[in-house]
């Protein structure tokens, strides 16, 4: 069965940097494209990044363009959310995912993802 868990949350300031680490196990990940999800209080669990099985493809959302970077060490069977210039709307838990679709690209809809982690928290307080 696929584990997946998530570490690197924290409290940061505004303007900070946090690196969101994904372990998994159970299987070897490296042919199953991978997302990081995130839900705040009260909202729905939304798309923020996803990369394909070898890395070689990205997708992001709108919100986290050119802050966020999605990156996968398939040797290491880990995913990785650099995030940077935080800000307080980036105030969530965040969760990894990876898809049960071999060699399939990335996705933005949850439902594509088979398997979850537990989250981790990110606190950006201004």
């Known amino acids: 069965q696929v584990q997946l868990v998530e570490s690197g949350g924290g409290l940061v300031q505004v303007g900070g940097s946090l690196r969101l680490t994904c372990a998994a196990s159970?299987?070897?990940?490296?042919?199953?494209?991978m997302g990081w999800f995130r839900q705040a209080p009260g909202k729905e669990r939304e798309f923020v990044a996803a990369?394909?099985?070898?890395?070689?493809?990205?997708d992001y959302a709108d919100s986290v363009k050119g802050r966020f970077t999605i990156s996968r060490d398939n040797a290491k069977n880990t995913l990785y959310l650099q995030m940077n210039t935080l800000k307080p709307e980036d105030t969530a838990v965040y969760y990894c995912?990876?898809?049960?679709?071999?060699?399939?690209?990335?996705?933005?809809?949850?439902?594509?993802?088979?398997?979850w982690g537990q989250g981790t928290q990110v606190t950006v307080s201004s």
């Open positions: 159970g299987r070897t990940n490296s042919g199953y494209a």
């Open positions: 995912a990876s898809r049960d679709s071999f060699l399939g690209g990335p996705a933005r809809t949850s439902s594509n993802y088979a398997y």
């Open positions: 990369i394909s099985w070898r890395g070689s493809s990205t």
